[in-house]
T-cell receptor, first 116, second 113 residues
């Protein structure tokens, strides 16, 4: 069974440029998460989707970040314009629906973003 | 706000040694705790998940324990190997109302051949 797929794996851009990351979750997982991991830190949640609905985007910097999951499967996270402080690894994860007591999240390999 | 602390931040041991990684959390009202492994430049691989009602979980040479009341978990690695070198992260899940995992900063383990 394929795991969580993310692309690209690496991205280098200049500040003020736009960038987009793509994620395809594990088949059958309708809960999808985007996390950001700064160097030397643990991942921090940006947004959580249940199907196509963003149910928790409280930590998403909405002035420059946006996300979508139009058909409730794959998802795109966008930054426009990028700033130097956005350099980080962006991780996507997925889990089975509605399991409060058994929320095992499976992570993709991440996209390492470098903003110059 | 839930805070997760991992001690030590880095650990270097000779091959074959048994070792313990520590994780503590401030809010004991968790649904489960998960231990992950992260290799350089890679994503997170789930190692063990312990439900709040459980005391421990085992997988091969790994054993994770959970003391929910004291807000602590340990990851025990037996007979360490160079291939175990990685960063180990623990994360807690609070459940309904806060579906996010709250992570510690990790412990970077180096196993010396």
């Amino acid at each position: 069974e394929a795991g969580v797929v993310q692309s690209p794996r690496y991205k280098i851009i200049e500040k003020k440029q736009p960038v987009a990351f793509w994620c395809n979750p594990i088949s059958g997982h309708n809960t999808l998460y985007w996390y950001r991991q700064n160097l030397g830190q643990g991942p921090e949640l940006l947004i959580r989707y249940e199907n196509e609905e963003a149910v928790d985007d409280s930590q998403l910097p909405k002035d420059r970040f946006s996300a979508e999951r139009l058909k409730g499967v794959d998802s795109t996270l966008k930054i426009q314009p990028a700033e130097l402080g956005d350099s980080a690894v962006y991780l996507c994860a997925s889990s089975l629906e509605g399991s409060v007591t058994y929320n095992e999240q499976f992570f993709g390999p991440g996209t390492r973003l470098t903003v110059l | 706000k839930q805070e997760v602390t991992q001690i030590p931040a880095a650990l270097s041991v000779p091959e074959g040694e048994n070792l313990v990684l520590n994780c503590s959390f401030t809010d004991s009202a968790i649904y489960n705790l998960q231990w992950f492994r992260q290799d350089p430049g890679k994503g997170l691989t789930s190692l063990l998940l312990i439900q709040s009602s459980q005391r421990e979980q085992t997988s091969g040479r790994l054993n994770a324990s959970l003391d929910k009341s004291s807000g602590r978990s340990t990851l025990y690695i037996a007979a360490s190997q160079p291939g175990d070198s990685a960063t180990y992260l623990c994360a807690v899940f609070l459940g309904a109302g806060s579906y996010q995992l709250t992570f510690g900063k990790g412990t970077k383990l180096s196993v010396i051949p």
